[in-house]
């Protein structure tokens, strides 16, 4: 099956910094990747739609400026975390849906993970 | 809220029993899929039934789909161990981008 690979998948930081994760379609394009973001023992909460081209469209209650999305190719998109605070550290987890414009399989492949823990 | 029902939200059997998983959802849906979650791991797909049909099978697995009661079933027969992991029922809603939104998710346990 289609391979997202996420990067980094363990990363501890400090307070007040950013933090880069990097989601890659490897073996296929994909114009659509979400990003999602996990509690321990919770369920996925989906935080925005990345788009290949143009700005990320975020869901109720997720702030824009805090979770930068940038889908700079067809393979890749990275979500960064802005002046990163404890209660950021989760689990966030990216997916891509294969297929170009107009191709929806309806399956989506999912990256490995990143943990983020916030000092 | 973005997530439906599932329940139950734990679930401990033993090995050779048979585990059923319940989720239910709100709004009308294109499809519904199950997914599995190893322990801090990506997800895996599992099945998907689309809003026209009734039942899926696929090997161990057998899912069902009551689009008037707007619930679902998992059902995986002969559990083993290396089944252990939490699962999420997930729906796909109209528009552009057919977002994925999870259930609450059930954690399973087979003991050897």
């Known amino acids: 099956g289609a391979v997202v690979s996420q990067h980094p998948s363990r990363v501890i930081c400090k307070s007040g910094t950013s933090v880069k994760i990097e989601c890659r379609s490897l073996d296929f394009q994909a114009t659509t990747m979400f990003w999602y973001r996990q509690f321990p023992k919770q369920s996925l909460m989906l935080m925005a739609t990345s788009n290949e081209g143009s700005k990320a469209t975020y869901e109720q209650g997720v702030e824009k400026d805090k979770f930068l999305i940038n889908h700079a190719s067809l393979t890749l998109s990275t979500l960064t975390v802005t002046s990163a605070h404890p209660e950021d550290s989760s689990f966030y987890i990216c997916?891509?849906?294969?297929?170009?414009?107009?191709?929806?399989?309806?399956?989506?492949?999912f990256g490995e993970g990143s943990r983020l823990t916030v000092l | 809220s973005q997530q439906g029902e599932e329940d139950p939200q734990a679930l401990s059997i033993q090995e050779g029993e048979n585990a059923t998983m319940n989720c239910s959802y709100k709004?009308?849906?294109?499809?519904l899929q199950w997914y599995r979650q190893n322990s801090g791991r990506g997800l895996v797909h599992l099945i998907l039934i689309r809003s026209n049909e009734r039942e899926k099978h696929s090997g161990r697995l057998r899912v069902t789909l009551d689009t008037s009661k707007k619930s679902s079933s998992l059902l995986i027969t002969a559990s083993r161990a290396a089944d252990t992991a939490s699962y999420f029922c997930?729906?796909?809603?109209?528009?552009?981008?057919?977002?994925?939104?999870f259930g609450a998710g059930t954690r399973l346990a087979v003991h050897p």
């Open positions: 997916s891509a849906r294969e297929g170009g414009t107009g191709v929806h399989t309806g399956e989506l492949f």
């Open positions: 709004t009308s849906i294109n499809n």
């Open positions: 997930a729906t796909t809603r109209g528009g552009g981008y057919n977002k994925l939104i």
